[in-house]
């Protein structure tokens, strides 16, 4: 659930599974001290290439002032003669991790959320993560496991597990979706890219072949959703950083005021605006960041003449164009 896409070394390898691989390679050498770089490679299913590259960086790793005494030690020459790894000065890493209650708390808060996005078959780590962590918190002075809950609405239970295996198995997705904004359900083929947890809800970022941009779609909307036999295509996106909340996810997208009258003013409590400004006749003036077009269309749709876009000039033209082409029809139903 990274914040943006994770980019490939020039060794092929994503930085992402490096630092996962890295983490757990340094507890694996402190227990079998002198085993041989091909078994280590085996144990972790990577080449011992990929093997010998994590150890040049984990030869530049330690604690905070990087003298020689702070850097992980591993015998390179006997790696390179031998072929056999010996690494210390990393007792430090098998100490017992001790949490403050803030620490454990934020731990215990982000695997519940976690939890709510994933399919049942995937919960077992979760689940005694959890465990662990909350007998713990429960026990000590603080007792922070049960000082807050959390609330997510991930989907159903096949949504989720179908999303979870497409992400594993790198497979194109065919879904049914309701787009709540434009009151409509489309068909689309997608290539799934991460999927997060904002404000209580999980979603799913992809590749949107029906837009050609990615999206990302709110897994409780999701109606339909397969698997396809089609792995997902190599893809140079940058995923917005949502870690602050849609609003500064938006911060780059075109600025849209409109004037909205007093029957209209629920808008500036129900979407994210830069500034809101009250007028004399009850109404207001706002002003949004606009990234979907046919999103601003469907909300002036829906307000009629509640709402007039006063700049930019064009911004309201597509709104006005499907209105006048609705009451065409309608003149010519009625004759």
């Not at 995937?122 to 496991?145: H, M, N, Q, T, Y």
């Not at 609330?151 to 065919?174: C, F, H, I, M, S």
Request: aromatic share 6%; with cysteine; hydrophobic share 45%.
């Amino acid at each position: 659930m990274s914040p943006e896409k994770t980019e490939k070394s020039a060794t092929g390898q994503t930085a992402q599974a490096q630092v996962r691989r890295l983490l757990s390679l340094i507890p694996y050498l402190r227990q079998h001290d002198g085993a041989s770089i091909a078994d280590v490679a085996e144990a972790f299913g990577v080449p011992p290439k990929r093997i010998r590259e994590d150890l040049n960086v984990l030869w530049m790793c330690g604690l905070p002032g990087l003298s020689p005494g702070d850097l992980i030690d591993i015998d390179m020459d006997a790696v390179d003669g031998e072929g056999v790894i010996h690494l210390s000065n990393a007792d430090y890493l098998t100490r017992p991790l001790r949490l403050s209650a803030d620490e454990a708390l934020a731990l215990i808060l982000a695997l519940r959320t976690l939890r709510g996005v994933t399919a049942t078959g995937d919960r077992d780590a979760i689940d005694r993560a959890l465990a662990k962590l909350e007998s713990v918190a429960a026990e000590g002075p603080d007792r922070v496991a049960g000082q807050a809950e959390v609330a997510v609405t991930g989907g159903g239970e096949d949504t989720r597990a179908t999303v979870t295996e497409a992400l594993r198995r790198g497979k194109r997705l065919e879904l049914t979706y309701d787009v709540a904004s434009r009151a409509e359900t489309t068909h689309r083929f997608v290539d799934p890219l991460r999927v997060f947890v904002l404000e209580g809800y999980g979603y799913l970022d992809a590749l949107c072949y029906l837009a050609n941009a990615v999206r990302s779609f709110r897994l409780d909307r999701i109606a339909s959703i397969r698997i396809t036999d089609t792995d997902v295509a190599e893809h140079q996106v940058q995923l917005r950083d949502v870690t602050k909340g849609w609003f500064d996810a938006l911060k780059d997208a075109p600025l849209v005021t409109l004037a909205l009258d007093r029957a209209a003013a629920w808008v500036a409590e129900y979407y994210p605006m830069e500034s809101v400004t009250p007028a004399d006749d009850g109404g207001l003036t706002v002003t949004t960041r606009v990234s979907d077009p046919a999103w601003l269309r469907g909300l002036l749709l829906r307000l009629g003449g509640g709402a007039q876009v006063l700049s930019p000039e064009d911004a309201g033209d597509s709104a006005a164009d499907a209105a006048s082409e609705a009451l065409d029809q309608y003149a010519a139903l009625a004759g």
